[in-house]
């Protein structure tokens, strides 16, 4: 059985920072494509930040330069630094994982992950 737990959310003030983590179980990250995505009151999921099995990714517009992901493989954990964070961050962030190929773009919708964590709450007041 397929488990993400995500953690490391909570209220900040602008310009603030926070980890988030996603720990993995039942899968390995050795063999899944994964990402963070988040969703805000009354707007789509959209992707934050993908990692493809080699470790390359894609980041959003919007946070480029300010979120970075990670993973640490070993473990099975995948994390989401996030500096300089603005009140238009805020948002359930969700961890996601699927099977993808060992090379190539990692999957960017939403539905195109198979696997996903209950979410983990930022807010960020100005």
């Known amino acids: 059985q397929v488990q993400l737990v995500e953690s490391g959310g909570g209220s900040v003030q602008a310009g603030g920072s926070l980890i988030l983590s996603c720990v993995a179980s039942g899968l390995s990250f050795v063999s899944t494509c994964t990402g963070w995505f988040r969703q805000a009151p009354g707007k789509e999921r959209e992707a934050v930040a993908v990692r493809g099995r080699d470790g390359l990714g894609d980041i959003a517009e919007s946070v480029q330069g300010r979120f970075t992901i990670s993973a640490d493989i070993a473990a099975n954990v995948l994390y989401l630094l996030m500096d300089s964070l603005k009140p238009e961050d805020s948002g359930m962030y969700y961890c996601?994982?699927?099977?993808?190929?060992?090379?190539?773009?990692?999957?960017?919708?939403?539905?195109?992950?198979?696997?996903w964590g209950q979410g983990t709450q930022v807010t960020v007041s100005s």
């Open positions: 996601a994982a699927t099977s993808c190929a060992e090379s190539g773009p990692p999957p960017l919708r939403d539905y195109q992950y198979d696997y």
